[in-house]
């Protein structure tokens, strides 16, 4: 009987526990996206409406040692970075 009653209790404080955790989903970039340059020289992308909610960066290949980007640009043509 001590050990039901305990495996109920246990049983109880589990599933209690589950109800009381929120998971929140990202979310997306609001309003137009824009693009800039981090100090550690990663490209962020973001929301202009939302801009700490979208926020993402990434980091870029070919940049030699003691070089610093200074800018970025959007190809009209193909609107790639």
């Given at each position: ?12 404080l ?18 137009q ?10 490209v ?38």
């Amino acid at each position: 009987m001590k050990n039901t009653a305990l495996l109920a209790l246990v049983s109880t404080l589990a599933l209690t526990a589950c109800n009381q955790s929120t998971v929140t989903a990202p979310v997306a970039p609001a309003g137009q996206v824009a693009y800039g340059l981090t100090t550690t020289g990663k490209v962020a992308t973001f929301g202009l409406h939302n801009p700490a909610a979208g926020l993402t960066s990434v980091a870029i290949n070919g940049v030699a040692s003691g070089e610093t980007l200074v800018d970025i640009d959007m190809r009209n043509t193909d609107t790639m970075l």
